[in-house]
């Protein structure tokens, strides 16, 4: 059975998860091996029981794995990740097991569409991390090419961008409050470019909901069917946006201020 040496990152998951500890998981994580639960297919070790040592066998038909993943009341699958054998059996989970690097398992998440929503690291332990499967691809994409492809985007938004000529409001759903997780003194600014969609309805099952209020004044950008996609509208970034209140325990709502974008 493979050694695997996990006990750095799991110190970290012990920790409060401030700003540098997250930022020390994610570079650990990035360059470890996990174990992932798995059910091989019937023949993926066929012939091997009569193999000796230097022969090549090779199995009749198609072989792989399915992962055991895991599905939460809302129907959304998670991936789930052990960073030790020890860690497996504290949360009772019997199965077959692959080990591999997150590179690898980025590049079959990549071919699994929108099949699986997180990364669940150490489920049902006491030191477990879920991860949002956006964010577990970002930390693979190539930086050169995003920076490229960042600055077509911002090209796009500067020469298209168009004044709306009437007050209006887009609901952003989502499954963090993240407005009002990184806003300052009231004022929420994206760093990059706001995606959003026309379509009130959209995401509308996550758990928090984002009111945010323009004027005709302010610029968006529409991509209508030209960018096929989940989101059709584009906030430039550094655009601001003010608390205005809550209207519950889960909703929020935001007024669209100043955008330097354009200044």
């Known amino acids: 059975m493979e050694f695997l040496d996990n006990c750095e990152l799991e110190d970290i998951m012990k920790m409060d998860m401030d700003e540098d500890a997250q930022a020390s998981f994610l570079e650990k994580f990035k360059e470890s091996q996990l174990i992932m639960p798995v059910e091989y297919t019937p023949n993926m070790f066929e012939g091997a029981e009569n193999a ?5 066998f090779e199995p009749e038909g ?3 794995f399915n992962i055991i993943y895991l599905t939460d009341d809302e ?14 059996e504290r949360a ?9 690097f997150m590179s690898d398992l980025a590049e079959l998440m990549k071919q699994a569409g929108d099949k699986y929503s997180s990364i669940a690291i150490n489920p049902f332990t006491d030191s477990n991390v879920n991860m949002g499967m956006g964010m577990f691809l970002s930390l693979f994409r190539d930086n050169s090419q995003m920076a490229e492809t960042l600055s077509e985007v911002l090209k796009i938004i500067e020469e298209r961008s168009t004044e709306i000529g ?12 993240f407005m009002k997780d990184l806003a300052e003194d009231g004022v929420f600014r994206s ?22 209020l323009f004027d005709g004044s302010k610029k968006l950008l529409y991509l209508g069917r030209e960018f096929p996609g989940d989101f059709d509208t584009i906030v430039a970034p550094e655009t601001e946006f003010e608390f205005v209140e809550d209207l519950d325990e889960f909703t929020s709502v935001w007024k ?6 354009f200044q």
């Open 52 to 56: 000796k040592e230097g022969d090549i």
């Open 62 to 64: 198609q072989v792989g």
């Open 75 to 88: 129907g959304k699958n998670a991936v789930p990740l052990f960073t030790s054998h020890e860690m497996m």
């Open 92 to 100: 009772g989970v019997d199965s077959s097991a692959y080990v591999l």
């Open 166 to 177: 009437q007050d209006m409001a887009f609901m952003i759903h989502s499954d963090e409050n």
């Open 191 to 212: 760093p990059m470019p706001l995606n959003l969609n026309s379509d009130p309805h959209f995401n509308e099952d996550l758990k928090y909901t984002s009111i945010l």
């Open 256 to 261: 669209c201020g100043a955008q330097p974008f």
